[in-house]
């Protein structure tokens, strides 16, 4: 598995970012409404990875969680937001994401460090974590849901 190699120092909740880090359902390519949303309301500047866990819903979506073990991996895209607050409170709407409330949320928002594949650049980005617990859901050992192995 390809590591991201990025120094993890915590995740900050307080950073605002115009950009995005997407994992599952948001990809380019990928058929849903809030994808198309995405390709409108944002420039994608291409993959990307950072560290984390990548569970698999049912066959629904991914779940990303937290992790600072340099050998988990996740895969993705990174997106600059043409209007990040407006694009973000859309995406809350769409991830189940109350930043008022994210003990009752479904995922919860915050800024990450984001490795560019192609330039090798740390971006801080947006990403969402599952907020739930994962037993029950299958790992994702790539890290990769576009082309995912168990």
């Not at 189940?96 to 460090?113: A, H, M, W």
């Not at 971006?123 to 790992?139: D, G």
């Amino acid at each position: 598995m390809l590591g991201c190699n990025i120094e993890i120092k915590s995740m900050n909740h307080t950073i605002q970012s115009p950009y995005l880090f997407v994992y599952g359902t948001l990809m380019s390519g990928m058929h849903n409404p809030y994808a198309q949303t995405m390709s409108q309301s944002a420039t994608c500047k291409g993959k990307a990875c950072t560290h984390g866990l990548l569970y698999d819903y049912h066959g629904e979506y991914p779940c990303a969680v937290a992790s600072i073990q340099k050998k988990d991996t996740i895969l993705g895209e990174l997106y600059e937001l043409h209007h990040p607050a407006r694009v973000l409170t859309e995406l809350d709407t769409y991830e189940d994401c109350d930043p008022t409330e994210p003990g009752k949320s479904l995922f919860v928002r915050c800024v990450i460090p984001a490795k560019e594949n192609e330039t090798g650049q740390i971006i801080h980005a947006w990403m969402y974590f599952w907020n739930q617990p994962v037993h029950q859901m299958h790992l994702i050992t790539n890290g990769d849901y576009r082309n995912q192995s168990r």
